[in-house]
Nanobody, 124 residues
Framework: QAQLEESGGGSVQAGGSLRLSCRFS????????MAWFRQGPGPEREGVAV????????LYADSVKGRFTVSRDNARNTVYLQMNSLKPEDTAVYYC?????????????????WGPGTPVSVAS
């Protein structure tokens, strides 16, 4: 079992920055991989970034490489998503996920546990 809660969403102008936080609890084996996803107006939930809380290894979607940075603070049981150079197409509800069960690390089907999400709106 794991529990997740995101915070830090809001509205920003294009080119601006936001930092999202995801506070998590649960067995360390369950929360080893912490991922960020987003869902815009369409039906698909897109994988954005993932961090291995043990090794610090990260993986990013091509659409956010060079602009977003995922990091973790294990002492605080918190994962962050620093988002810079935001674009209107980054507008979405952002979700934190964990409980990796195999497969691709940016595939929503690979995760068992989800937070409620935090909305991000980027105005042009």
């Amino acid at each position: 079992q794991a529990q997740l809660e995101e915070s830090g969403g809001g509205s920003v102008q294009a080119g601006g920055s936001l930092r999202l936080s995801c506070r998590f609890s649960g067995y360390s084996g369950t929360t080893r991989h912490m991922a960020w996803f987003r869902q815009g107006p369409g039906p698909e939930r897109e994988g954005v970034a993932v961090v291995d809380t043990g090794t610090g290894d990260t993986l990013y979607a091509d659409s956010v490489k060079g602009r977003f940075t995922v990091s973790r603070d294990n002492a605080r049981n918190t994962v962050y998503l620093q988002m810079n150079s935001l674009k209107p197409e980054d507008t979405a509800v952002y979700y934190c996920a964990t409980g990796f069960r195999g497969g691709h690390r940016l595939d929503r089907l690979s995760y068992n546990y989800w937070g409620p999400g935090t909305p991000v709106s980027v105005a042009s």
